[in-house]
């Protein structure tokens, strides 16, 4: 709901607040007074195209600050919680600023954003039926949902979109299958010769790593020898003087003295402990010397083995230690390629039973949406007729077509035809109606729609243009009950549609003789009473206008 609109220096207006409630609003003045610049603020708080022209004389910019609130408006909130913007307490405030260079500034909640996409919020916050832009009534996609939303089973429609979801999954993952296996056999060939290369090499994991060790080992053999032997002398084989026998020297004259002091069994342990690690040290010596020696040819054995898996490894753009795994992924991929044609026809297999489910669902809801639409014609035609176009005819062309792949929304394209005078072939609604028809048939499509309450706002301009006396009262009949299930904003010249308003605003141009300015006024009861004895009487307000505008409030209140 729009429950505020602040206009600032936009064309006569200089400064105008309106305060807005639920329910059926009117706005009224005398022509030329400025109304609908009121539709053309909301208009560029939505992100309507802008320029410079629309700045009032002298103003540096002009500015429009919209609120909503939109507590129970999901699709609006869902649009705000993707662009990650907040909105406490379900309030929206769009904020529209021009320049006098013509560039404008838009605001969503105090976050600047293109206009493009506060157009897209815009949609999901108001209607503007007539002569104007974002007319939902001409849009195939609304044309469709009005339909579904009189007598489609909603269960339905989801159904038929979760299967267009799934035939699309489904095929594009056949599509990607069938992208990779179209060189399959050039690649089947290519990945088993590089397997096979592998697989001859036999490389085991870890192997490559052990085999630079060993090269490393073997190379620096007459050093790793040296320091072996000279190790060896030093703690076991050094005739007496090396490290084993100091211990046991050691440990002799420390088993005397820890039978005088017992405090030295401690130290006399340790010492023991240190011979027989230096016995063993001895020992793991001597055997290593012992391998170095044990096949001189193995060096060239080596290096022939780590040439071939390196020669390998460069070959396959890997590291040598990542063979196994390249050679894992070779025959995994081989085996993939192999199973493709199975996979293939799995694939197609699927694809036709899903779309056999799709296509059955989907001419269930076609059936459904031809059923509905004959019913929301009939209701349009015959509201149509009481707002003033009585040889008019409204209906609504279900084209199907089966052989389309899949779609969300189903198979049917839907088209709103009109045909306003009697004795013309309907044609689509966009091509034939004026500005004040279309407006008409705009209320007799939301009314027809019969909605409980309205998620978004809906303003109608000029809607009594051509109509008067009692087709007029009709009009304002009409919009009052689209007003009891939401909110609606009417711009209207008719004193029997204003009547009919829970609420009503005088627009007055006010002038001095240099320059103009429009106001923008609530009325009070009494005020209604004169305005409405205005446009009925014209210049002179008599007491017959008052006593007449008083009967007209009186019997919309009933």
């Not at 342990?269 to 001189?296: F, K, N, Q």
Request: hydrophobic share 45%; net charge negative; glycine share 8%.
């Amino acid at each position: 709901m729009l429950s505020h609109l602040q206009i600032r220096d936009l064309a006569v207006i200089d400064a105008a607040e309106i305060e807005l409630d639920a329910g059926l609003t009117a706005l009224t003045g005398e022509t030329g007074a400025g109304k609908s610049i009121v539709v053309d603020a909301v208009m560029l708080a939505l992100g309507g195209r802008a320029s410079a022209d629309v700045l009032r004389h002298g103003a540096d910019r002009a500015e429009v600050t919209a609120t909503f609130e939109v507590g129970d408006n999901a699709e609006a909130l869902h649009w705000l919680e993707e662009q990650a913007i907040e909105a406490p307490d379900g309030e929206i405030v769009l904020r529209r600023v021009i320049g006098r260079d013509g560039r404008s500034r838009q605001y969503v909640n105090g976050q600047a954003l293109p206009a493009q996409g506060v157009r897209e919020l815009g949609a999901r916050l108001v209607d503007i039926h007539g002569q104007q832009e974002f007319l939902s009534l001409v849009d195939r996609t609304a044309q469709r949902e009005l339909v579904d939303a009189h007598g489609v089973d909603p269960a339905l429609v989801e159904s038929v979109a979760a299967l267009a979801a799934d035939w699309r999954s489904v095929h594009g993952e056949r599509e990607a299958l069938a992208a990779a296996a179209r060189d399959r056999g050039e690649r089947l060939e290519l990945l088993r010769y590089q397997a096979s290369e592998l697989e001859a090499l036999n490389l085991g994991i870890g192997e490559a790593e052990a085999l630079l060790e060993e090269r490393g080992r073997l190379a620096n053999r007459g050093r790793l020898a040296e320091a072996a032997q000279g190790a060896l002398a030093l703690l076991y084989e050094g005739d007496g003087a090396d490290a084993h026998a100091l211990a046991a020297r050691a440990a002799q004259q420390l088993r005397t003295a820890a039978a005088l002091d017992a405090r030295l069994g401690a130290t006399l342990a340790l010492v023991e402990e240190s011979r027989i690690a230096l016995r063993e040290a001895g020992g793991s010596l001597a055997a290593y010397l012992d391998g170095l020696d044990a096949d001189p040819a193995r060096q060239d054995a080596v290096e022939r083995r780590l040439a071939a898996i390196e020669d390998l490894a460069r070959k396959h753009r890997v590291e040598a230690a990542a063979l196994p795994a390249h050679l894992a992924a070779l025959r995994a991929d081989v085996e993939s390629l192999e199973r493709s044609g199975q996979a293939l026809d799995e694939l197609d297999r699927r694809i036709a039973a899903i779309r056999q489910r799709y296509d059955a669902a989907a001419g269930k809801l076609g059936v459904a949406r031809r059923a509905a639409a004959r019913k929301l014609a009939a209701a349009v035609t015959a509201l149509m007729r009481q707002l003033g176009m009585p040889g008019g005819r409204f209906e609504i062309a279900v084209d199907s077509d089966a052989a389309a792949a899949p779609q969300a929304a189903g198979n049917e394209r839907v088209d709103f035809l009109v045909s306003a005078n009697p004795g013309e072939p309907p044609k689509p609604i966009v091509r034939v109606a004026s500005g004040g028809e279309l407006s008409r048939i705009s209320l007799a499509v939301q009314v027809a729609a019969a909605r409980r309450s309205s998620r978004v706002s809906m303003i109608f301009d000029e809607v009594d243009a051509g109509i008067g006396g009692g087709v007029a009262e009709i009009v304002g009949r009409k919009l009052r009950e689209l007003g009891e299930r939401g909110q609606v904003l009417c711009v209207t010249h008719l004193a029997q549609v204003a009547s009919q308003a829970h609420r009503q605003h005088r627009v007055t141009k006010l002038t001095d003789g240099r320059s103009s300015r429009t106001v923008v006024a609530a009325l009070k009861d009494d005020e209604r009473v004169e305005e409405l004895a205005r446009m009925l009487g014209g210049v002179e307000i008599t007491r017959k206008a008052r006593e007449h505008a008083r009967e007209m409030l009186k019997a919309a209140a009933r």
